[in-house]
């Protein structure tokens, strides 16, 4: 939908309304803005656990539980 033609629908909305859907695009874009920034600040450290998590050394070896499927 083009920027006139959704320009158009609102000036068919009462103004009543009108100030609901300023408000809604407020929202959205106060919402939009905040999404932006909080992930640039939330990105993972490459590395960050290295060295600090295990595997047992039989982690591929078969479990006893699903002999019978096998």
């Not at 100030?19 to 600040?41: G, M, W, Y």
Request: zero cysteines; aromatic letters at 8%; glycine letters at 4%.
């Amino acid at each position: 939908m083009g920027q006139i033609q959704l320009l158009e629908k609102v000036k068919k909305i009462p103004p009543a309304y009108q100030q609901e859907v300023e408000d809604f695009i407020d929202f959205v874009l106060s919402k939009k803005k905040s999404t932006a920034s909080a992930t640039r600040s939330s990105q993972r450290k490459i590395g960050l656990l290295k060295g600090k998590l295990q595997m047992s050394n039989d982690f591929d070896d078969p479990l006893d539980d699903f002999k019978d499927y096998m």
